[in-house]
């Protein structure tokens, strides 16, 4: 998260700086995410049927109905992995720069509480 933290200072605001930041910090979200899995007993899996990975929106869905959060916190786990895919994809006008602070933020916190 340092590193998104440092990304986001480094940029020139109003240059898309956000979105490398935003690209970064849901890439750790999805490792806290898929680290919460093999952590339950039994674990969750983190592949499909097809052995595929799964989806950010997946493995939020898998954890909240293993009750390792509520629908509250899944519906900010799934507007951060939104911000993160709108970033990853190319739709830099998705977010801005207060959103990823806040992202990164919000992603510190959840990992500090559930970690």
């Not at 899996?45 to 509520?70: D, H, Q, W, Y």
């Not at 799934?78 to 959103?99: D, L, M, V």
């Amino acid at each position: 998260m340092g590193q998104a933290e440092q990304l986001l200072s480094e940029g020139i605001k109003g240059k898309h700086d956000h979105v490398p930041a935003a690209v970064l910090a849901g890439a750790v979200l999805e490792k806290t995410l898929k680290t919460l899995c093999n952590r339950l007993s039994p674990p969750e899996s983190t592949v499909n049927e097809k052995g595929k990975p799964l989806m950010l929106n997946a493995l939020i869905e898998c954890l909240k109905k293993r009750g390792v959060f509520n629908e509250i916190v899944a519906k900010q786990l799934r507007t951060w992995a939104g911000i993160r895919n709108s970033a990853a994809h190319g739709e830099f006008e998705q977010s801005n720069r207060k959103q990823v602070e806040n992202m990164i933020i919000g992603i510190q916190s959840f990992m500090s509480q559930h970690l």
